[in-house]
């Protein structure tokens, strides 16, 4: 069992940047991929970012490459996600979720998900 705790989300300017973190419980924290994602209002969950157990590996959704960017801390059962030159189209609720499996861009394979934080871009 894991439970994931997002933090960091807040109302910033286009262009500005924030640090998402996700504190999560449980002993076995280095054997998931960690995943956040996204929902904007009306629209789906979309994939935004995701880490391979070890850190060594990182994916990204083509809207976010270049301005966000994934890490994490087993050592203190952590992941971040560095935002930079926000825009409005980021606004959205962003959750952390644990993956066991091998599939990083599909929400349906997270096993575990925190309660999201909200992050809002003002134009």
């Known amino acids: 069992q894991v439970q994931l705790v997002e933090s960091g989300g807040g109302l910033v300017q286009a262009g500005d940047s924030l640090r998402l973190s996700c504190a999560a419980s449980g002993r076995t924290f280095s054997y998931y991929v960690m995943g956040w994602f996204r929902q904007a209002p009306g629209k789906e969950r979309e994939f935004v970012a995701a880490?391979?157990?070890?850190?060594?590996?990182?994916w990204y959704a083509d809207s976010v490459k270049g301005r966000f960017t994934i890490s994490r801390d087993n050592a203190k059962n952590m992941v971040f996600l560095q935002m930079n030159s926000l825009k409005p189209e980021d606004t959205a609720v962003y959750y952390c979720a644990a993956a066991s499996q091998p599939v990083v861009r599909t929400a349906e394979r997270y096993d575990y998900w925190g309660q999201g934080t909200q992050v809002t871009v003002s134009s």
């Open positions: 880490i391979s157990g070890g850190g060594s590996t990182s």
